[in-house]
């Protein structure tokens, strides 16, 4: 059960976000290392001053001109995304007509199935690697974390991680997709081997996606072509990190 945090309070934002963790936990949506990357993740959002700072707009455009780009492109989403931000995944999906998929470090039937319903509840219409969808298994990963859906990462030419997990991105990206992260942690191995790093809360990115995708289906290809050529993941990182050292100098 979710426990009422009054709006006058002042973190009443961050410990809201934080109650839905809690209740995608006792849901059995969210894993007990979900928890603790929340955690983690919690201590670089207040490092950048929890706002999306530019390099988190700077990438976001250019992740809007790949997804606008792909032939294949897929979501993919963990507990942790269906906890936090199930109504904007969805949307994000409708903008741009790639298919969900989840994705799970810590695959078990219950979280499947339970995550499998907590987003058909806010109106998932198909999703991908789990229920009855046919799945393969991709060579690079070990485990369960191998599995992946037929129609959806194994062939897409352009996966959304969020929040991944950094031996996952590695083996995406040996796989040849082209991978989007979202990851408030700049030092993180998802953030430094995936294409295009997305340094912010996940709760402020997509829907901030979905406004970008509206706007940029204007483009030409020529024009979304050049923004993803024009972009540097290791520049951007480097902006993030300055911006945090910038920002610890000024408070101390
Ligand atoms: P890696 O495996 O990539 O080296 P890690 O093991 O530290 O990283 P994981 O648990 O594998 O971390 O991945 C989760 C990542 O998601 C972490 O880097 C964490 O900072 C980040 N994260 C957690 N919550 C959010 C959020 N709400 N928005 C964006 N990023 C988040
Ligand atoms: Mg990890």
């Known amino acids: 059960m979710l426990i009422e945090v009054p709006d ?14 809690i209740d995608g936990f006792d849901k059995g949506l969210v894993a ?6 929340h955690g983690r993740g919690e201590c670089f959002d207040y490092l950048i001053g929890e706002k999306t700072q530019s390099f988190a707009e700077y990438a976001t455009e ?6 606008l780009l792909a032939e294949h492109p897929v979501l993919s ?16 999906s ?5 298919p969900l998929e989840i994705n799970l470090f810590y695959r078990t039937k219950e979280r499947e199935d339970a995550l499998l319903h907590h987003m058909q509840d806010y109106g998932a219409q198909e999703i991908l690697g789990v229920g009855d969808d046919e799945t393969v298994q991709i060579e690079e990963l070990q485990s369960k974390r ?21 031996d996952r991105t590695e083996a995406l990206v040996a796989s040849g997709k082209k991978v989007i992260t979202v990851d408030l942690n700049p030092l993180s191995r998802t953030a430094q081997k995936a294409q295009i790093t997305i340094v912010d809360n996940i709760v402020r990115t997509v829907p901030f996606m979905t406004k970008k995708i509206i706007e940029m289906k204007k483009y030409s290809t020529q024009k979304l072509q050049e923004i993803c050529d024009n972009f540097d993941n290791q520049h951007t990182l480097k902006m ?5 050292q910038q920002r610890l100098r000024e408070l101390s």
């Not at 859906?149 to 030419?157: Q, V, Y």
């Open 240 to 244: 993030a990190l300055q911006f945090i």
């Open 32 to 37: 007990k290392a979900g928890l603790i990357a």
């Open 8 to 21: 006058s309070h002042p973190r009443a934002l961050s410990l809201h976000i934080r109650e839905k963790l």
């Open 62 to 67: 250019a992740a809007c001109a790949m997804l």
């Open 77 to 92: 989403i963990n507990g942790n995304v269906a906890a936090l931000c199930p109504e904007d995944v969805i949307e994000l």
């Open 94 to 98: 409708k903008v741009t007509h790639a």
């Open 146 to 166: 191998r599995i992946v859906s037929k129609k959806g990462i194994f062939i897409a030419d352009v996966v959304f991680v969020p929040l991944e997990d950094g």
